[in-house]
C-alpha cells in the first residue's frame, strides 16, 4: 500500500502513510494533502501535444487544421489560420487548454487537438 503513495515533499521518505484525509511521514513528522502531491507531480509532467502529436510549449506558433465555428462571427476561423505565441493553461473550459490571441477575432481559448504546430 505505501508503494502507491508518494514520498514525503520535505525529506523524500519512502515510508508515508494515510491518516485520514492527510499523509504524514514518519520520518520528519510532515503532514499534508493528497491532493496537493498529486497537484505538483501533474503539473510537472503533464505534456500538451497537437492533432499529430508534437509536443506544445508556450510561445510555439500552431496552425489551425479545421475550420472552426466561433458564436457571434458569421465566418468562424478557416483552417491553415496561424496563431502566434500560444500560451498553455491548466483550467481551460470543457477542454480547451491553448489560450491565444487570434487576429480579427482577438482573445480566445483552443483545444490542442484542433491545431498543429508550425
Not at 462571427?73 to 505565441?85: D, E, L, M, Q, Y
Amino acid at each position: 500500500m505505501s508503494e502507491s503513495l508518494p514520498p514525503c515533499p520535505q525529506c523524500s521518505s519512502a515510508y508515508t502513510y494515510e491518516m485520514g484525509a492527510l499523509l504524514v511521514c514518519p520520518e520528519c513528522g510532515h503532514e499534508w494533502s493528497p491532493s496537493e502531491a498529486t497537484g505538483d507531480v501533474t503539473a510537472a509532467e503533464r505534456v500538451i501535444q497537437d492533432a499529430v502529436g508534437n509536443v506544445l510549449a508556450d510561445g510555439d506558433t500552431v496552425t489551425v487544421v479545421k475550420t472552426l465555428k466561433v458564436k457571434g462571427s458569421p465566418s468562424g476561423i478557416k483552417a491553415g489560420t496561424k496563431v502566434r505565441n500560444i500560451r498553455l493553461i491548466e483550467d481551460g473550459v470543457d477542454g480547451h487548454d491553448i489560450d491565444c490571441k487570434i487576429d480579427g477575432f482577438g482573445p480566445m481559448q483552443l483545444k490542442s487537438s484542433v491545431v498543429k504546430k508550425a
